[in-house]
């Protein structure tokens, strides 16, 4: 039988691939009662991290591990739920700062409790595992 692999890198990307995939949809499984995409609760946890303060648009792109994420599209989904607020820098009108209001980091802080054992998705792993794929996978991304 041959393989569907042209050699063991094209299978490394794959099951990446796979994997990912695999991640994300359990995550998007335990937001979907809240009416949150993986990425609305990213950009969540991040202005919860600066709550009771905001972060801009642009320090909230920054911090989002996804590189191709539609920013303003985002934010305007988030604030049409009420969950984020748009105010105007009072030290320069050209930036937008975003914020949670209190009800909306409540809610977020509800959300976090559905992931407080994210890590369960790999606790099947041994701790020697665990260090050895987040090597390896820091060396994929760092070249």
Do not use: C
Request: no cysteine; hydrophobic share 40%.
């Amino acid at each position: 039988m041959e393989s569907q692999f042209r050699n063991e890198y094209h299978r490394l990307i794959i099951n990446l691939h796979k994997t990912d995939g695999y991640i994300f949809n359990h995550f998007q499984q335990k937001l979907s009662p809240f009416d949150l995409s993986v990425q609305q609760y990213k950009a969540l946890r991040l202005l919860a991290q600066a709550f009771p303060n905001s972060l801009s648009a642009g320090e909230l792109k920054e911090k989002m591990t996804d590189m191709n994420s539609d920013m303003t599209r985002l934010i305007d989904r988030l604030v049409a739920k009420n969950l984020v607020v748009r105010e105007a820098d009072p030290t320069n009108r050209r930036r937008v700062n975003l914020r949670l209001t209190n009800e909306s980091n409540q809610f977020v802080e509800k959300v976090a409790v559905e992931f407080k054992d994210f890590e369960s998705i790999v606790s099947h792993l041994t701790d020697e595992e665990a260090q050895m794929m987040n090597t390896l996978l820091d060396k994929i991304r760092n070249k």
